[in-house]
């Protein structure tokens, strides 16, 4: 195992222990947190070990890029899909449009993989007229 040793500013440990000491966390975890951020050439867009198997999300947040899309290509302006998630700030929303007009393809099969009808048929299960799921036992 490889050992790798990063000095920081005062300052700059001084705000992620301020941080840590916010969410209640050791200074090391927030680090760990941080260093498994992968972010993209969007400001509001990045990907994470271990979220939604490294999909792109909104900054901070577990909301994947396709959800913001697939809302929006359905005919929701982003002030409604703001009315839904008043938590995520306007300009992440249009970053969100901004990542799919750069990366459309991938949303794209990430929007079909999301279908209900992909998704029943990717984890052998079905749905009845009143909406219930049953899974199947793959044997």
């Not at 992909?118 to 793959?138: C, R, S």
Request: charged share 25%; net charge negative; aromatic share 8%.
């Amino acid at each position: 195992m490889t050992t790798y040793t990063i000095t920081l500013e005062p300052q700059t440990y001084k705000r992620l222990a301020e941080r840590a000491a916010q969410e209640n966390y050791k200074v090391e975890q927030v680090v760990e947190q941080l260093l498994q951020v992968q972010p993209t050439e969007h400001p509001h867009i990045e990907r994470r070990e271990g979220v939604l198997g490294g999909k792109p999300v909104l900054r901070g947040t577990r909301m994947p890029v396709w959800q913001i899309v697939w809302k929006w290509k359905a005919g929701d302006t982003l002030d409604l899909i703001h009315e839904y998630y008043p938590q995520l700030s306007m300009a992440a929303l249009y970053d969100a449009i901004s990542y799919y007009h750069d990366h459309q393809a991938e949303i794209e099969k990430q929007i079909e993989d999301n279908k209900i009808e992909n998704v029943l048929k990717n984890n052998n299960a079905t749905m009845n007229e009143k909406g219930v799921i049953t899974f199947h036992d793959p044997r």
